[in-house]
């Protein structure tokens, strides 16, 4: 189980990113961020976020035109 | 060579936007780019001059045009349809544009300038006003939102000596 879940669903780009990035405010270090997206865009972003910004992409997956992210926070 | 310019190493992580364009669809890139960068832990500043003033009012009435937009379509029905620049000279077209663009922008889940540009202010994108621009066309500070710096070309220089990226929109 994450330490806090995003429910992005419903927003396009940039706004995955944008409330990721506020929402590992309340993560602590070491800790895990499950962000739900139904933007397609947001795979490669994810992945482009996490190794700029060295926060770990956990794992990703999809179901049913949702995909779900696992961010460990640096 | 940079060093004799700008005095200090690069950071690999700054970016500057200039932005000269004021129209609802142009105000999109530098929003969506800054908010990005600064989320990836990028120091952001952006220098808005002429046409680009106007992402800095306190009111933001933004429209889209076809004029100068030749590869201009609009999702309808199913298919696209064209939006050729001569139908900008129909009284109202600009307006029906902008509302058709509007829709979009909502249906789609896609922000607002208006929610992206306190998104900006929120994460300490740095944002500078061209003071030559105000005088040309007679605005103030107050016209603007709060936490507007202002500036000259002098000052975009030396924010660009020191950022990695570039860019003009």
């Known amino acids: ?74 | 060579m940079s060093e004799e310019a700008g005095g200090n190493a690069i950071n690999p992580n700054t970016m500057s936007i200039i932005v000269t364009k004021g129209a609802l669809d142009w105000a999109y890139p530098p929003f969506i780019l800054s908010t990005t960068a600064a989320a990836m832990g990028l120091d952001v500043t952006i220098f808005f001059t002429f046409y680009g003033l106007k992402l800095l009012f306190k009111k933001l009435d933004l429209k889209v045009t076809t004029l100068g937009n030749p590869a201009m379509e609009m999702p309808m029905m199913g298919g696209h349809m064209e939006m050729p620049n001569l139908m900008s000279s129909i009284p109202g077209a600009e307006r029906m544009t902008t509302v058709m663009m509007k829709n979009l922008i909502k249906k789609k889940g896609v922000a607002s300038i208006d929610e992206l540009r306190e998104l900006a202010v929120e994460a300490d994108v740095r944002l500078i006003a061209c003071q030559m621009t105000l005088d040309l066309f007679e605005y103030s500070k107050d016209d603007l939102i709060d936490g507007i710096e202002i500036g000259g070309a002098a000052t975009y220089i030396e924010v660009a000596t020191q950022s990695h990226i570039n860019l003009f929109i």
Request: with cysteine.
């Open chain 1, 1 to 74: 189980m994450a330490d806090k879940v995003l429910d992005a669903k419903g927003l396009n780009c940039p706004l995955p990113i944008l409330k990721a990035k506020k929402a590992l405010k309340d993560v602590p270090a070491g800790g895990t961020l499950e962000v739900l997206s139904t933007d397609p865009g947001a795979v490669a972003d994810f992945q482009a976020f996490a190794r700029t910004t060295g926060n770990e992409l956990v794992e990703h997956s999809e179901e049913g035109g949702v995909y779900t992210f696992l961010l460990r926070k640096k």
